[in-house]
T-cell receptor, first 113, second 110 residues
Framework: DAGVIQSPRHEVTEMGQEVTLRCKPI?????LFWYRQTMMRGLELLIY????????DSGMPEDRFSAKMPNASFSTLKIQPSEPRDSAVYFC???????????FGPGTRLTVL | SQQGEEDPQALSIQEGENATMNCSYK?????LQWYRQNSGRGLVHLIL???NEREKHSGRLRVTLDTSKKSSSLLITASRAADTASYFC??????????WGAGTKLIIKP
């Protein structure tokens, strides 16, 4: 298996623009997690899906952030409109079950100017 | 929120030496995990230790868990340049949520 795939790897955009981050989890995994990592706040869980259903989105910072999982092999995290404070590395992770080892993608480094 | 606190924040040692990193946490746990993150990469799972285990080995890695002190240690023996990375502990806050520490940055000098 190729592991968790994320795209793009790097994204530079201007404040106010819409940003869409994409994730393909490992085939057969039913849990998917979106994280944000910054120097100041470390690794934060943004949202957790189980069997394509959002279970916990309490970590989503504000309404500008939204996430979808239309099927078992694809998820998106959208920021609209983006702001400079959204600059961070965004990771997607998947696991076989909710309590199993999480496998991380390589991350998307987002820079909002 | 971050429950785990790793220490030291940074560690620099010579290749071949052993590296020890510690993690403390606040609440009861079912298990504790250690992950490695190479610069610019995602996190890679290293080892999981359950609350009823005291010690676990995996290759050059040795993890201990002291639930009475709410602490864990990760020992890397005979360090190599490739071990240069940040190391994070994560504890289970619920059946899906992990609470992450801030990480220890390990530098192995050749």
């Amino acid at each position: 298996d190729a592991g968790v795939i994320q795209s793009p790897r790097h994204e530079v955009t201007e404040m106010g623009q819409e940003v869409t981050l994409r994730c393909k989890p490992i085939s057969g995994h039913n849990s998917l997690f979106w994280y944000r990592q910054t120097m100041m706040r470390g690794l934060e869980l943004l949202i957790y899906f189980n069997n394509n259903v959002p279970i916990d989105d309490s970590g989503m910072p504000e309404d500008r952030f939204s996430a979808k999982m239309p099927n078992a092999s694809f998820s998106t995290l959208k920021i609209q409109p983006s702001e400079p404070r959204d600059s961070a590395v965004y990771f997607c992770a998947s696991s076989l079950g909710s309590e199993d080892t999480q496998y991380f993608g390589p991350g998307t480094r987002l820079t909002v100017l | 929120s971050q429950q785990g606190e790793e220490d030291p924040q940074a560690l620099s040692i010579q290749e071949g030496e052993n590296a020890t990193m510690n993690c403390s946490y606040k609440t009861s746990i079912n298990n504790l995990q250690w992950y490695r993150q190479n610069s610019g990469r995602g996190l890679v799972h290293l080892i999981l230790i359950r609350s009823n285990e005291r010690e676990k080995h995996s290759g050059r890695l040795r993890v201990t868990l002291d639930t009475s002190k709410k602490s864990s240690s990760l020992l890397i023996t005979a360090s190599r340049a490739a071990d240069t990375a940040s190391y994070f502990c994560a504890t289970d806050a619920s059946n899906y949520q992990l609470i992450w520490g801030a990480g220890t940055k390990l530098i192995i000098k050749p």
